[in-house]
């Protein structure tokens, strides 16, 4: 064999040698990353007060998740709890007999019947970018606070005194039935308060009220193809 062929033929088995490294290599980076996006993928945990599932309080599978995990609690009657952290929580026919205070951003609270019976809020947002979605929520005092940003209230049917006041700018309530009565009655209250702040959105909800919609000290908010009916405003502007 000449020198100029053996050249070649080693160059040849070199080139082969790095692709078969390459490939290797692939192989093991896309097996790594299987491992780690599986690792990281949500759980779904359950609340059963029977003792069935991983833990029977809410506040027992909120200590239990991770942060993007999913908690589904079944039916049956919970005490209030603080989400501290970023979860998506659903349960039909579940009832939380108190607070649910969400101080995570992106939370997902949906087909759950929340009621307060203090004088403080049934649900409070304190942070940003959740949803509370086909809720119901009632309290003695307030049905709702919203305290953080960019928050979104969906389908929810709300009937409290003060039904939800918003602190927070670019929150929206959207398609829910808001009302202040009580024992079947209008209370005299508001059914939505937005308090020195902008940029929200009341928009195609039923108002049931003494005051439909209070807009104190506020601006670019949007109140818009709602309903409303009682003995007083539908909208009332302060400064």
């Given amino acids: 064999m000449s020198n100029l062929t053996k050249a070649g033929a080693d160059r040849h088995r ?5 692709t078969h490294k390459a490939e290797k290599m692939k192989l093991f980076t896309a097996f790594f990353l299987l491992l780690l996006v599986a690792s990281c993928q949500a759980r779904t945990l359950i609340v059963d007060p029977g003792g069935s599932g991983d ?27 603080t989400v501290d952290k970023s979860l998506n929580i659903y349960g039909r026919g579940a009832i939380v007999e108190g607070s649910l205070a969400v101080t995570a951003p992106g939370c997902i609270v949906s087909d759950i019947t929340i009621k ?62 808001i009302s202040d009565t009580t024992s079947g009655t209008i209370s005299g209250g508001t059914a939505v308060r937005i308090n020195k ?43």
């Fill in 116 to 177: 307060a019976g203090g004088k403080g809020a049934a649900v409070s947002l304190d942070s940003r970018d959740n949803q509370l979605v086909r809720c119901t929520v009632a309290g003695i005092a307030t049905a709702v606070i919203v305290t953080g940003e960019n928050n979104s209230i969906w389908e929810c049917r709300i009937d409290s005194p003060q039904g939800v006041e918003i602190f927070g700018a670019k929150n929206r309530v959207l398609n829910s039935t």
């Fill in 55 to 81: 833990g029977k309080t809410l506040l027992a599978a909120i200590s239990l998740a991770g942060n993007g995990d999913a908690i589904q609690i079944l039916p049956g009657n919970y005490s209030g709890a």
């Fill in 197 to 239: 702040t902008s940029e929200g959105m009341i928009a195609g909800c039923h108002i049931s009220a003494l005051q439909g919609v209070l807009i104190e000290d506020s601006r670019g908010n949007a109140v818009i193809n709602n309903t409303f009916s009682g003995n007083g405003f539908a909208v009332v502007l302060t400064r």
């Fill in 14 to 18: 070199f080139n082969s040698l790095q």
